[in-house]
C-alpha cells in the first residue's frame, strides 16, 4: 500500500500543473493550512530533480506572500477568527511565548525558524498582532523561507538520481523517518509554549497589553 502511494504521487508530483500545486500549499500553510509543502516539494524534486531549485523557488515565493495573509490575520482580524484559528491548530499555548519572542528578537526568530519545524503560521499571524515592522518582517520571511526550501532544492538539484535511489530501495525506513520529524516539529512548539509559569503569565500578560 505505501509503495503504491508513494508512486501515484510521484505521478502527481511530475505533473505539469504540479507547480501550481506546490505554490497553493506553500501559501495556505505560511497562514491557516496545517500541512506542510515539504513533502510535495520533496517529490517534486525528486520526480524532476533538474528543476529542483525552480520548485523550491516557487515554494520561497508562495510562502513569503502566504505569510503576509497571516501577518494580515494578526494585525487586521485577530479577535474576528485569528485567535480562532491558531485554537483550531492547536498552537493557542504557544501564542504567548511566540509574541514575547518576536518582541525582544524580532526577524531572528523568524529566521532561525527556517531550520526548525515550528510553524511558520505561528510566527506570522503572531508579528501582525504584535505589528512588528512590516518590511523587517517581509526580509526575514524571505530568508527564513529560503533556508527551508532552498536547501532542499540545491540538495535535490546536486543529489536528485542517488537520493531517488536510496528512497525507492528504503521508502519504509524513510517514512519512518519523516514521521520522527513530524514528531520532532510537535516537540517543539510544545517546548515554544512551555516554559516556568512565572515566564507565561509575563508573556500572556505583554499580549494582552498588546491586543
Same mark, same amino acid.
Given at each position: 500500500?505505501? @509503495?503504491?502511494?508513494?508512486?501515484?504521487?510521484?505521478?502527481k508530483?511530475? !505533473?505539469r !500543473?504540479?507547480?501550481?500545486?506546490?505554490?497553493?500549499? *506553500? %501559501?495556505? =500553510?505560511?497562514?491557516?493550512?496545517p500541512?506542510?509543502?515539504?513533502?510535495?516539494?520533496?517529490?517534486?524534486? &525528486? *520526480? =524532476?530533480?533538474?528543476? *529542483?531549485? @525552480?520548485?523550491?523557488?516557487?515554494?520561497?515565493?508562495?510562502?513569503?506572500? $502566504?505569510?503576509l495573509? $497571516?501577518y *494580515?490575520?494578526? !494585525?487586521?482580524?485577530? #479577535?474576528?477568527?485569528?485567535?480562532?484559528?491558531?485554537?483550531?491548530?492547536?498552537l493557542? =499555548?504557544? %501564542?504567548?511565548?511566540?509574541a514575547?519572542?518576536? @518582541?525582544?528578537?524580532?526577524?531572528?526568530?523568524i529566521?532561525?525558524k527556517?531550520?526548525t519545524?515550528i510553524?511558520?503560521?505561528?510566527?506570522?499571524?503572531?508579528a501582525?498582532f504584535?505589528?512588528?515592522n512590516?518590511? +523587517? %518582517?517581509?526580509g526575514?520571511?524571505?530568508v527564513?523561507?529560503?533556508?527551508?526550501f532552498?536547501? +532542499?532544492g540545491? &540538495?535535490? @538539484?546536486?543529489?536528485?538520481?542517488p537520493?531517488?535511489a536510496?528512497?525507492?530501495?528504503?521508502? /519504509?525506513?524513510v517514512?519512518v $523517518? %519523516? +514521521? +520522527?520529524?513530524?514528531?520532532?516539529?510537535? &516537540?517543539?512548539?510544545?517546548?515554544?509554549g512551555g516554559?516556568?509559569k =512565572?515566564?507565561?503569565?509575563?508573556c500572556?500578560?505583554?499580549v #494582552?497589553?498588546? /491586543?
Amino acid at each position: 500500500m505505501l @509503495r503504491g502511494l508513494y508512486e501515484w504521487t510521484m505521478a502527481k508530483a511530475s !505533473h505539469r !500543473h504540479a507547480g501550481w500545486w506546490l505554490a497553493a500549499f *506553500a %501559501f495556505m =500553510e505560511a497562514s491557516f493550512f496545517p500541512v506542510p509543502p515539504h513533502p510535495l516539494l520533496g517529490l517534486m524534486c &525528486l *520526480a =524532476e530533480p533538474k528543476k *529542483a531549485i @525552480r520548485y523550491a523557488a516557487i515554494a520561497t515565493v508562495a510562502s513569503v506572500a $502566504g505569510g503576509l495573509l $497571516g501577518y *494580515a490575520i494578526g !494585525h487586521f482580524a485577530y #479577535a474576528a477568527f485569528g485567535e480562532a484559528l491558531l485554537h483550531a491548530l492547536h498552537l493557542s =499555548e504557544s %501564542f504567548p511565548k511566540a509574541a514575547c519572542y518576536l @518582541r525582544d528578537y524580532g526577524a531572528e526568530i523568524i529566521i532561525v525558524k527556517g531550520a526548525t519545524p515550528i510553524p511558520f503560521k505561528l510566527l506570522t499571524i503572531t508579528a501582525g498582532f504584535i505589528g512588528m515592522n512590516l518590511l +523587517v %518582517f517581509v526580509g526575514a520571511s524571505i530568508v527564513s523561507r529560503s533556508i527551508s526550501f532552498m536547501i +532542499v532544492g540545491v &540538495l535535490f @538539484r546536486l543529489f536528485g538520481a542517488p537520493i531517488k535511489a536510496v528512497i525507492d530501495k528504503h521508502l /519504509g525506513k524513510v517514512t519512518v $523517518g %519523516f +514521521v +520522527v520529524l513530524i514528531i520532532a516539529g510537535f &516537540l517543539a512548539v510544545s517546548l515554544l509554549g512551555g516554559g516556568s509559569k =512565572e515566564t507565561t503569565e509575563k508573556c500572556a500578560s505583554a499580549v #494582552a497589553a498588546v /491586543g
